[in-house]
């Protein structure tokens, strides 16, 4: 059973606004940190947001979003979301939802650290 499932992506024009949810399933939602990723097209992945502990743990931003999204958890429906307000072209790629059972701390935004990974939504942004 996949862990983390993703939902929400689609076409938007600059501007406007989506939010991905991300649902854990096939275990307790746990998880000491869960992530936003992304992978543009013809680029590495690379880190979009973060969130340490339940729902009212810290938050962590790549400089590119901050201001523009919202990472946010609700423990009671298993769900991680990310609003992404003012969306530009370049915010266009594969979001991927990630997670960890312990977290080790400064790691929140490695990639590498995280165990369980979605399968992705994709976002495109019109210009």
């Known amino acids: 059973q996949v862990p983390l499932v993703e939902s929400g992506g689609g076409l938007v024009q600059a501007g406007d606004s989506l939010r991905l949810s991300c649902i854990a399933s096939g275990r307790t939602f746990n998880y000491d940190i869960m992530g936003w990723f992304r992978q543009p097209p013809g680029k590495e992945r690379e880190f979009v947001a973060a969130r340490i502990g339940l729902s009212t743990g810290s938050t962590y931003y790549a400089d590119s979003v901050k201001g523009r999204f919202t990472i946010s958890r609700v423990s009671a429906k298993n769900t991680l979301y990310l609003q992404m307000n003012s969306l530009k072209p370049e915010d266009t790629a594969v979001y991927y939802c990630?997670?960890?059972?312990?977290?080790?701390?400064?790691?929140?935004?490695?990639?590498?650290?995280?165990?369980?990974w979605g399968q992705g939504t994709q976002v495109t942004v019109s210009s």
């Open positions: 990630a997670a960890r059972g312990t977290y080790s701390s400064g790691t929140y935004y490695l990639s590498d650290k995280y165990d369980y």
